[in-house]
């Protein structure tokens, strides 16, 4: 079956530091895998997707992921963090039924001045 | 433009009032979903379907119903709701295809039973 471990609820790094949010999964068959944001009061906005291509996906606003299938992880990554990437953060994965994604708890990322 | 979209975006009601949350989506997916957010759980799904009269049971499917009468449209109805059911409620509408996945996500209804 499958499941996703978001490894901390909540996140705080100053501006300007690197922002890592981790995500392991587990699936039996090559999975999709997604990190979404989700800014306060808004709904869920598309970062990224790993689909079995390139195994470094970039998304958007100078995010990245690695799938890395020996670990089982897909961890989000942006080298500097700016004061407007506080969010929610929300790791899924699906095993390829478009019916059903499965999602992580969720991590929430501060940024402090 | 590729669009799910949600109404109402928010609804107070009181427990045991019926209430419907409508969703559609302009991209002809044959699968649609809906999920509720809670604090620390993530997103959970309540039922899906997968094309028009075939629905089924997601995660957290209790005090919910849904229906598919045609492909666009998938309302999720309460038919007495209770205060373990406030919470932000997601539609969702998807499509896998030659290795290509795409999921679209309503703007979300936050709904509060009292």
């Known amino acids: 079956a499958q499941s996703v471990t978001q490894l901390g609820s909540h996140v705080s790094v100053s501006e300007g530091a690197l922002v890592l949010l981790r995500c392991n999964y587990s699936s039996s068959v090559p999975p999709y895998l997604f990190w979404y944001v989700q800014y306060p009061n808004q709904g869920l906005q598309l970062l990224l997707k790993y689909t079995s291509a390139a195994t470094l996906v970039k998304g958007i606003n100078g995010f990245e992921a690695e799938f890395k299938k020996s670990e089982t992880s897909f961890h989000l990554t942006k080298p500097s963090a700016h004061m407007s990437d506080a969010a929610e953060y929300f790791c899924?994965?699906?095993?390829?039924?478009?019916?059903?994604?499965?999602f992580g708890s969720g991590t929430r990322l501060s940024i402090r001045p | 433009e590729a669009q799910v979209t949600q109404n109402p975006r928010y609804l107070i009601t009181v427990t045991g009032k019926k209430l419907t949350v409508t969703c559609s989506q302009n991209m002809n997916h044959e699968y649609m979903s809906w999920y509720r957010q809670d604090p620390g759980l993530g997103l959970r799904q309540i039922y899906y379907s997968m094309n028009v009269e075939v629905t089924d049971k997601g995660d957290v499917p209790e005090g919910y119903k849904v229906s598919r009468k045609e492909k666009r449209n998938f309302p999720l109805i309460l038919e007495s709701p209770s205060p373990n059911q406030t919470s932000l409620y997601f539609c969702a509408s998807s499509l896998v295809e030659s290795g290509r996945f795409e999921a679209f996500f309503g703007q979300g209804t936050r709904l509060t039973v009292v």
């Open positions: 899924a994965v699906s095993e390829g039924s478009a019916s059903k994604i499965i």
